[in-house]
């Protein structure tokens, strides 16, 4: 007896499945470990690994396992890769009583056998799953000839079944042929649908239940459903109104919870899920929803979702065709009745100029009567005057051409020879030889004629009258806008008249008041020194005075500086925005971060002054208004403006607050900053929510030259030359 090959050699291949063999504790099996194995075992196992079929084995009297990588896919996370090496009574607990007999008659007696497409379901994905097989049993014999093992061969069916099923189901949705010149006017559409669900029946499995739903105007129709939907079909337990107004399909996992406990044949296990399908036929007003009832044994995968999709498309299809039979017979219908008692004339006939059918109009435009049409007495191009032959020939070649021609002017000759004005139109309806026919329709003129001739001449006066309006409101207009122009002119200097105003009275407070408190400290002082020695009261009083008259030479000092610092035209605008800063902070203790540019450098002195009001007035509103614990100021310089924000952390400015301030019925303090900016040409926007209140102000360059060009001269009003 030859020695047997180490366990790492026996085994060969380098798949998945061949490094699991090798890998796996086989002692602690009925086949003990790999080099105890026959040969013939080793030989089969090795043939099954080298192969790309998936392929099966079972081996010995527990029909120990053994699989490839081929077959590997087919069993998922559930049995892979516990299955190897395991007893196969217990691995295949769902499907003994299908392949156990088979089993039996291979290791017993020798027998294959052969499936084709056989349902075996198994437990995949955490649920048993209907899977189907196409696959063979064969014995693995020894070398007396008595079977050891049984070997599968397979290949999963399951979606090549699936599809041949739905597919049956698919062509099975017609409907019951009708006869066109049998159709009635008035079919109802409920049984038609009834009837097209009602072959969802017949295949149970993918379509447990079923039911079709019409949304019109905000009512929901139930339409039809199958046989197995029951009570699931009431409206009331599917979201539908809002599936038929966002337009998409939905999957309803908690069907039990919502309904209980719902099954539907074949299978044992109560449906889970759902999925409701919306579909809007097209030119039609109304939504179709489908509700469909999931398989508990199959996945809900793209396939799954696409046959459903494809049923909802085939019934909305079937549908829209059977509404539009309907619609047809009844346009015949309405056609014959309109024509009839339609006002226009409508005649049908060759080009040629033969007519087979005139509408009673056309006949009492013109003054026949039915017999001339009938003898032919009638024809429309015997009705024509000589002039008009081109156009007419012009119209036959369009029809030929293009099966329509324009609308077009002409003339016909009434019975009576009265020359009727008409306009006329046609288009080819039928092609029944070498010309088609052609169905034209026309009106009467004459009234229009005279109406038109009516409108010329009012149309004259009108022109006339518009001409005069037009002239008084361009006069308006240009007066209007002068008087903008002026108000403009007269804001700007109200506010530097404003500013000079507080120029000269911060200049009067801080010479005047403040020498004169000046004085009267050193009186007080004075009166103090004195009285230490006369009355102790009267030297309290003093100094008290003398203190209070301290606090109001401050406070009048600060208030000058307020009207008009005088930093402002000293040092420029950072030195005096970074002055008030510090006293608003102190006076208000409210901290305001100020960032300036380092190279700012002096401006003009408008500007500057713009700036200053804008920034003074802003912190003013921050601290009566906003309640905010901090305030910042952000200005930029660029060559082509200057911009800055005024921001705090506040309550914000109320909804109906910023309604006011983009009307007239703004804050003067605002108002003032608008005209302010609106001067040079800038913007302010204000942007306020609950986070607090941002004050954006931009002024463009070339604006800000203009602007202090015209205010070299305070005292012109300057108007636009072209107003």
């Known amino acids: 007896m030859t020695q047997s090959a180490p ?29 105890g194995w026959p040969d013939i075992l080793v030989t089969t196992v090795n043939m099954m690994l080298s192969s790309r079929h998936p392929m099966f084995l079972w081996w010995g009297p527990n029909l120990i ?33 299908i392949i156990g007999p088979q089993i039996d008659a291979v290791m017993k007696r020798g027998e294959s056998t052969w499936n084709l497409n056989q349902l075996v ?19 693995i014999r020894n070398n007396l000839g008595v079977p050891q093992g049984t070997l599968v061969v397979c290949s999963e069916t399951t979606e090549q079944v699936l599809s041949e099923r739905r597919l049956r189901t698919l062509l099975d949705i017609t409907p019951d042929p009708v006869p066109p010149d049998q159709l009635p006017l008035s079919r109802p559409v409920l049984p038609f649908a009834q009837a097209l669900m009602s072959a969802l029946d017949v295949d149970p499995a993918d379509v447990p239940f079923a039911a079709l739903y019409l949304v019109m105007q905000g009512e929901i129709v139930q339409a039809g459903s199958t046989a197995s939907a029951g009570t699931v079909a009431d409206p009331g337990h599917w979201p539908l109104s809002w599936v038929a107004h966002s337009q998409r399909p939905l999957l309803v996992e908690d069907l039990q919870q919502r309904i209980g406990d719902v099954f539907c044949p074949p299978w044992p296990e109560p449906l889970s899920r759902a999925y409701l399908l919306p579909l809007r036929m097209p030119g039609a007003s109304s939504v179709v929803i489908l509700v469909f009832g999931i398989s508990p044994r199959l996945p ?9 999709k494809l049923i909802g498309n085939r019934i909305t299809g079937l549908l829209q065709n059977e509404i539009q039979q309907q619609e047809l017979s009844q346009a015949a ?21 033969s007519l087979s059918y005139v509408n009673p109009a056309f006949l009492k435009i013109l003054g026949y009567n039915e017999t001339d049409v009938r003898t032919g007495k009638v024809r429309w191009d015997s009705l ?37 004005p008409i306009l006329i139109a046609a288009a080819t309806i039928e092609h029944s030889g070498r010309d088609p026919e052609v169905a034209a329709f026309l009106t009467d003129l004459t009234a229009l004629k005279s109406a038109q001739e009516a409108l010329l001449s009012a149309n004259d006066d009108l022109e006339r009258k518009i001409v005069e309006r037009t002239s008084a409101l361009e006069a308006e207009i240009l007066e209007r806008t002068r008087a903008e122009v002026s108000l403009q002119e007269l804001t700007a200097r109200l506010l530097r008249t404003q500013d000079d105003e507080r120029r000269h009275m911060a200049r009067e407070l801080h010479d005047n008041a403040g020498q004169t408190l000046a004085v009267l400290s050193m009186n007080l002082s004075a009166l103090h020194r004195h009285a230490n020695h006369l009355d102790a009261r009267v030297s309290r009083l003093a100094a008290e005075s003398r203190e209070l008259a301290d606090d109001l030479s401050r406070e009048i000092r600060t208030m000058s500086y307020l009207l008009h610092p005088p930093l402002l035209d000293e040092s ?18 409210i901290p305001v971060e100020l960032d300036l540019p380092q190279d700012l450098g002096r401006l003009p002195r408008e500007l500057e002054l713009v700036v200053f009001r804008v920034v003074q ?107």
């Open 572 to 589: 420029g605008l950072a030195s005096a925005l970074q002055w008030y800063v510090d006293g608003f902070s102190q006076r208000s203790k």
């Open 65 to 97: 396992q053994f699989y490839n990588d081929g077959y590997r896919p087919s069993i998922r996370a559930d049995k892979h890769p516990s299955a190897l090496g395991q007893d196969g009574a217990k691995c295949w607990p769902e499907i003994w009583s």
């Open 617 to 723: 007035e802003g912190l003013t509103n921050i601290h009566r208004h906003s309640g905010s614990p901090s305030a910042r100021i952000h200005l930029t310089r660029s060559d082509t403006g200057i911009q800055f924000e005024i921001s705090d952390r506040g309550k914000g400015i109320h909804p109906e607050k910023q309604l006011q301030m983009t009307t007239a019925k703004a804050g003067v303090g605002i108002r003032g900053m608008e005209e302010r900016v609106r001067q040079f040409r800038g913007t302010l926007q204000i942007h306020s929510d609950s986070n607090g209140t941002k004050v954006l102000v931009v002024l463009p360059m070339d604006a800000l030259q203009a602007n202090i060009k015209k205010l070299a001269d305070p005292n012109k009003i300057h108007l636009n030359k072209n107003s």
């Open 384 to 420: 024509t005057p000589p002039e008009y032959e081109d156009a007419d020939a012009r119209a036959v070649h369009q029809l030929r051409t293009t099966g329509r021609c324009d609308v077009y002017e002409k003339v016909y000759m009434a019975k009576n020879g009265r020359r009727i």
């Open 333 to 353: 219908k309405r056609f014959s009745t309109l024509v009839e008692a339609n006002p226009f004339g409508m005649i049908i006939g060759a080009l040629d100029g």
């Open 300 to 308: 809900f995968d793209d396939a799954y979702q696409t046959f459903f």
């Open 7 to 35: 366990s790492f050699q026996r085994i060969i291949g380098d798949g998945e499945m061949a490094e699991l063999t090798r890998k796996f504790d086989w002692s602690s099996t009925a086949l003990g470990p790999i080099d």
């Open 121 to 139: 379901p198994i437990n995949r994905n955490g649920k048993l799953e209907e899977v189907y097989w196409t696959y063979s049993y064969s014995p």
